[in-house]
Protein backbone atom coordinates (compact mmCIF):
# COMPACT_ATOMS: atom_id res chain seq x y z
CA UNK A 1 0.00 0.00 0.00
CA UNK A 2 0.89 3.92 0.42
CA UNK A 3 4.29 4.50 2.07
CA UNK A 4 5.16 8.41 1.57
CA UNK A 5 4.92 8.66 5.41
CA UNK A 6 6.94 5.43 6.31
CA UNK A 7 3.73 3.46 7.45
CA UNK A 8 5.05 0.75 5.75
CA UNK A 9 7.97 0.44 8.47
CA UNK A 10 10.44 -0.65 5.66
CA UNK A 11 12.64 2.56 6.92
CA UNK A 12 11.93 4.30 3.04
CA UNK A 13 8.93 6.13 2.19
CA UNK A 14 7.81 3.74 -1.52
CA UNK A 15 4.68 2.88 -2.54
CA UNK A 16 4.44 -1.06 -3.02
CA UNK A 17 2.14 -3.20 -4.48
CA UNK A 18 2.96 -6.41 -2.62
CA UNK A 19 3.33 -7.62 0.69
CA UNK A 20 6.45 -6.60 2.34
CA UNK A 21 7.81 -7.94 5.60
CA UNK A 22 7.93 -5.81 8.89
CA UNK A 23 11.48 -6.81 10.14
CA UNK A 24 10.97 -9.76 13.04
CA UNK A 25 9.56 -12.83 13.89
CA UNK A 26 7.53 -11.66 17.61
CA UNK A 27 4.94 -9.49 16.60
CA UNK A 28 1.70 -10.16 18.91
CA UNK A 29 -0.76 -7.35 17.84
CA UNK A 30 -0.92 -4.76 15.48
CA UNK A 31 -2.92 -2.11 14.89
CA UNK A 32 -2.53 0.54 12.44
CA UNK A 33 -4.45 4.44 12.50
CA UNK A 34 -5.55 7.24 9.90
CA UNK A 35 -6.67 10.40 9.43
CA UNK A 36 -5.99 12.85 5.89
CA UNK A 37 -2.03 13.17 6.29
CA UNK A 38 -1.83 11.22 9.70
CA UNK A 39 -0.76 7.79 9.23
CA UNK A 40 0.61 5.71 11.96
CA UNK A 41 1.08 2.15 12.78
CA UNK A 42 2.55 -0.42 15.73
CA UNK A 43 2.17 -3.19 17.75
CA UNK A 44 3.01 -5.39 20.90
CA UNK A 45 5.92 -8.03 20.70
CA UNK A 46 5.71 -11.07 22.42
CA UNK A 47 8.96 -9.94 24.84
CA UNK A 48 6.23 -7.13 26.09
CA UNK A 49 7.37 -4.22 24.15
CA UNK A 50 5.65 -1.68 22.25
CA UNK A 51 6.66 -0.69 18.70
CA UNK A 52 5.51 2.57 16.67
CA UNK A 53 6.05 3.87 13.26
CA UNK A 54 4.58 6.75 10.71
CA UNK A 55 3.57 9.88 11.21
CA UNK A 56 4.41 11.84 14.16
CA UNK A 57 3.09 15.33 13.99
CA UNK A 58 1.65 15.44 17.50
CA UNK A 59 3.56 13.11 19.39
CA UNK A 60 1.43 9.71 18.37
CA UNK A 61 4.19 7.61 18.33
CA UNK A 62 5.24 8.13 22.26
CA UNK A 63 8.78 8.92 21.20
CA UNK A 64 8.71 12.29 23.23
CA UNK A 65 9.21 13.81 20.35
CA UNK A 66 7.26 15.10 16.92
CA UNK A 67 10.06 13.40 14.39
CA UNK A 68 8.35 11.04 12.05
CA UNK A 69 10.12 7.20 11.43
CA UNK A 70 9.89 5.23 8.33
CA UNK A 71 10.92 1.81 10.61
CA UNK A 72 9.68 0.65 14.01
CA UNK A 73 10.70 2.16 17.16
CA UNK A 74 10.62 1.64 20.56
CA UNK A 75 8.19 3.04 22.37
CA UNK A 76 10.31 3.25 26.13
CA UNK A 77 12.20 0.09 27.54
CA UNK A 78 9.04 -1.04 29.45
CA UNK A 79 8.31 -4.50 28.76
CA UNK A 80 4.88 -4.78 30.02
CA UNK A 81 2.61 -3.53 27.50
CA UNK A 82 -0.35 -5.98 26.44
CA UNK A 83 -2.40 -4.21 23.66
CA UNK A 84 -1.89 -0.92 21.38
CA UNK A 85 -5.02 0.36 19.43
CA UNK A 86 -4.34 2.74 16.70
CA UNK A 87 -7.53 3.57 15.70
CA UNK A 88 -8.28 7.57 16.66
CA UNK A 89 -7.18 10.12 13.84
CA UNK A 90 -4.68 11.79 16.74
CA UNK A 91 -4.02 9.92 19.59
CA UNK A 92 -3.46 6.55 20.59
CA UNK A 93 -3.75 3.84 23.47
CA UNK A 94 -2.63 1.40 25.10
CA UNK A 95 -2.97 -1.30 28.21
CA UNK A 96 -0.39 -2.94 30.54
CA UNK A 97 -0.68 -6.51 32.10
CA UNK A 98 -1.08 -4.88 35.52
CA UNK A 99 -4.33 -3.28 34.04
CA UNK A 100 -3.77 0.08 33.44
CA UNK A 101 -4.48 2.08 29.71
CA UNK A 102 -2.48 4.89 28.41
CA UNK A 103 -2.93 7.12 26.38
CA UNK A 104 -1.00 9.68 24.25
CA UNK A 105 -0.88 11.82 20.96
CA UNK A 106 -3.16 15.16 20.26
CA UNK A 107 -6.23 16.33 22.72
CA UNK A 108 -8.87 17.20 20.14
CA UNK A 109 -12.32 16.80 21.83
CA UNK A 110 -10.58 15.79 25.11
CA UNK A 111 -10.33 12.04 23.05
CA UNK A 112 -7.01 11.76 25.68
CA UNK A 113 -9.62 11.10 28.34
CA UNK A 114 -7.26 12.91 31.05
CA UNK A 115 -9.87 15.65 31.96
CA UNK A 116 -8.79 18.57 30.08
CA UNK A 117 -10.46 19.81 27.38
CA UNK A 118 -7.90 21.98 25.03
CA UNK A 119 -5.79 20.70 22.42
CA UNK A 120 -2.93 19.67 24.24
CA UNK A 121 -0.53 16.89 22.81
CA UNK A 122 1.10 14.09 24.72
CA UNK A 123 4.66 13.03 23.14
CA UNK A 124 4.92 10.03 25.49
CA UNK A 125 2.02 7.92 27.07
CA UNK A 126 -0.22 8.83 29.98
CA UNK A 127 -2.16 6.75 32.32
CA UNK A 128 -5.63 7.07 32.65
CA UNK A 129 -7.02 6.43 36.09
CA UNK A 130 -7.60 3.05 37.27
CA UNK A 131 -6.36 0.06 37.26
CA UNK A 132 -8.73 -2.71 36.02
CA UNK A 133 -8.85 -1.92 32.58
CA UNK A 134 -9.15 -5.10 30.01
CA UNK A 135 -6.08 -5.88 27.51
CA UNK A 136 -7.65 -7.45 24.53
CA UNK A 137 -8.65 -6.99 21.36
CA UNK A 138 -12.40 -6.24 21.38
CA UNK A 139 -12.15 -4.73 24.85
CA UNK A 140 -10.23 -1.47 23.49
CA UNK A 141 -11.67 0.72 20.56
CA UNK A 142 -10.99 4.43 19.23
CA UNK A 143 -12.29 6.02 16.11
CA UNK A 144 -11.86 10.04 14.90
CA UNK A 145 -12.23 11.66 17.95
CA UNK A 146 -13.93 8.75 20.97
CA UNK A 147 -12.02 6.00 22.74
CA UNK A 148 -14.26 3.10 24.31
CA UNK A 149 -13.17 0.50 26.87
CA UNK A 150 -14.21 -2.39 28.29
CA UNK A 151 -13.15 -2.84 32.58
CA UNK A 152 -12.91 -6.19 34.18
CA UNK A 153 -15.98 -5.70 35.70
CA UNK A 154 -18.18 -5.58 32.90
CA UNK A 155 -18.88 -2.14 32.61
CA UNK A 156 -18.18 -0.06 29.58
CA UNK A 157 -17.07 3.97 29.10
CA UNK A 158 -16.13 6.20 26.96
CA UNK A 159 -14.65 9.76 26.10
CA UNK A 160 -14.12 12.17 23.37
CA UNK A 161 -16.68 13.89 21.06
CA UNK A 162 -19.72 13.78 20.85
CA UNK A 163 -21.33 15.24 18.15
CA UNK A 164 -23.74 12.32 16.97
CA UNK A 165 -24.49 11.08 20.10
CA UNK A 166 -21.74 8.40 20.15
CA UNK A 167 -20.64 8.60 23.91
CA UNK A 168 -24.54 6.54 24.59
CA UNK A 169 -25.05 9.65 27.16
CA UNK A 170 -28.62 10.05 26.06
CA UNK A 171 -28.03 13.76 24.21
CA UNK A 172 -27.29 14.84 20.86
CA UNK A 173 -25.19 17.18 19.56
CA UNK A 174 -25.29 20.38 22.02
CA UNK A 175 -23.09 18.15 24.45
CA UNK A 176 -20.13 18.39 22.53
CA UNK A 177 -18.12 15.80 24.40
CA UNK A 178 -16.11 14.71 27.74
CA UNK A 179 -12.83 15.20 28.58
CA UNK A 180 -12.72 12.18 31.11
CA UNK A 181 -14.12 8.26 30.92
CA UNK A 182 -17.98 8.27 31.42
CA UNK A 183 -19.75 4.61 31.94
CA UNK A 184 -22.43 3.44 29.34
CA UNK A 185 -25.32 1.66 31.65
CA UNK A 186 -24.80 -1.98 32.22
CA UNK A 187 -21.80 -4.54 33.49
CA UNK A 188 -22.42 -7.19 31.00
CA UNK A 189 -20.39 -5.91 27.99
CA UNK A 190 -18.16 -8.00 25.96
CA UNK A 191 -16.51 -6.81 22.74
CA UNK A 192 -16.51 -2.58 21.39
CA UNK A 193 -15.88 -1.48 18.38
CA UNK A 194 -16.52 2.14 17.02
CA UNK A 195 -16.28 4.38 13.61
CA UNK A 196 -16.66 8.08 13.34
CA UNK A 197 -19.85 8.87 14.50
CA UNK A 198 -20.74 5.50 15.63
CA UNK A 199 -20.25 3.10 18.20
CA UNK A 200 -21.19 -0.76 18.74
CA UNK A 201 -21.50 -3.44 21.36
CA UNK A 202 -22.17 -6.76 22.37
CA UNK A 203 -23.01 -7.94 25.59
CA UNK A 204 -21.81 -11.65 27.31
CA UNK A 205 -25.69 -12.89 26.63
CA UNK A 206 -24.63 -12.35 22.55
CA UNK A 207 -26.87 -9.17 21.69
CA UNK A 208 -25.99 -6.27 19.57
CA UNK A 209 -25.95 -2.63 20.57
CA UNK A 210 -25.66 0.28 18.20
CA UNK A 211 -25.71 3.82 19.38
CA UNK A 212 -24.68 7.42 17.80
CA UNK A 213 -25.14 9.06 14.45
CA UNK A 214 -27.33 6.97 11.80
CA UNK A 215 -26.25 8.22 8.36
CA UNK A 216 -26.88 5.66 5.62
CA UNK A 217 -28.62 3.19 8.01
CA UNK A 218 -25.12 2.90 9.98
CA UNK A 219 -26.98 1.81 13.40
CA UNK A 220 -28.56 -1.27 11.53
CA UNK A 221 -32.27 -0.24 12.82
Given at each position: ????L ?7 I ?13 WN ?12 A ?6 GTL ?10 L??NN ?11 S ?5 Y??AG ?10 D ?18 SA ?7 VQ?P????Q ?11 N ?6 D ?7 Q?E ?9 P ?7 P ?15 YA???T???G?L ?6 DA ?5
Amino acid sequence: GRGDLGQLGQNDIIDRSSPVQIPGTTWNEVSIGYQYEQIKAGGTKTDGTLWMWGQNQFGQLAQNNTTKYSSPVQVGSNTTWQYYYAGGFVHSIATKTDGTLWVWGKNNVGCLGLSQSAPTAYSSPVQIPGTTWQGSRFKLSSSSYNTMAIKTDGTLWMWGQNEGGQLGQNEGPAQNGYSSPVQIPGTTWDKVANVFYASYATKTDGTLWAWGNNDAGALGL
